[in-house]
T-cell receptor, first 113, second 116 residues
């Protein structure tokens, strides 16, 4: 079955530690995205990538980093520079073109203690 | 300016009744797509319905329909015959033409509660 996987589902880290969230898709989509969602809030774009080895900052990129070495994978690193990293993180992918929707992974809930 | 505006933070509807969730958008592109997603308490994002800017007919998918008024830049979601399982957050989103790099813009969402 095609889809997007994110791991782990729940993640706990101590303050000051970097942590990497995994996102893998087998939909052959060129574009991939990372969003952050705080309780009761909407989605805020962190980073997105249109093709391999290329990515752009979204609205809240500070304190985060990404890589896109393979079409299938778009990992997100939450660095110690991110002031308030506790949140729900969603990864998505899509084909190019305005008619194509985003497919979302199940999300990772990160808690920094 | 906000690309997508959802002005209803929370809505209530009686089971089996219809409900309309509002969405207005802002774009100068001629070619764009409008999407609605449902997010239950589990957190997953479920795609519901799509409307293209050039589509002449309003989109429908089962109990979901999109009331597309292009001149008013609105794309309201109508859910008919509400069910308890429709209780969730609903997000409106827009995707503009090629020159904006495949980015999606999301609204702040509307929390829908279906009352038995």
């Amino acid at each position: 079955d095609g889809g997007i996987t994110q791991s782990p589902k729940y993640l706990f880290r101590k303050e000051g530690q970097n942590v990497t969230l995994s996102c893998e898709q087998n939909l052959n989509h060129d574009a991939m995205y990372w969003y952050r969602q705080d309780p009761g809030q909407g989605l805020r774009l962190i980073y997105y990538s249109q093709i391999v080895n290329d990515f752009q900052k979204g609205d809240i990129a500070e304190g985060y980093s990404v890589s896109r070495e393979k079409k299938e994978s778009f990992p997100l690193t939450v660095t110690s520079a991110q002031k308030n990293p506790t949140a729900f993180y969603l990864c998505a992918s899509s084909l190019a073109g305005v008619r194509n929707e985003q497919f979302f992974g199940p999300g990772t809930r990160l808690t920094v203690l | 300016a906000q690309k997508i505006t959802q002005t209803q933070p929370g809505m209530f509807v009686q089971e089996k009744e219809a409900v309309t969730l509002d969405c207005t958008y802002d774009t100068s592109d001629q070619s764009y797509g409008l999407f609605w997603y449902k997010q239950p308490s589990s957190g997953e994002m479920i795609f519901l319905i799509y409307q293209g800017s050039y589509d002449e007919q309003n989109a429908t998918e089962g109990r979901y329909s999109l009331n597309f008024q292009k001149a008013r830049k609105s794309a309201n979601l109508v859910i008919s015959a509400s069910q308890l399982g429709d209780s969730a957050m609903y997000f409106c989103a827009m995707r503009e033409g090629w020159n904006t790099g495949n980015q999606f813009y999301f609204g702040t969402g509307t929390s829908l509660t279906v009352i038995p």
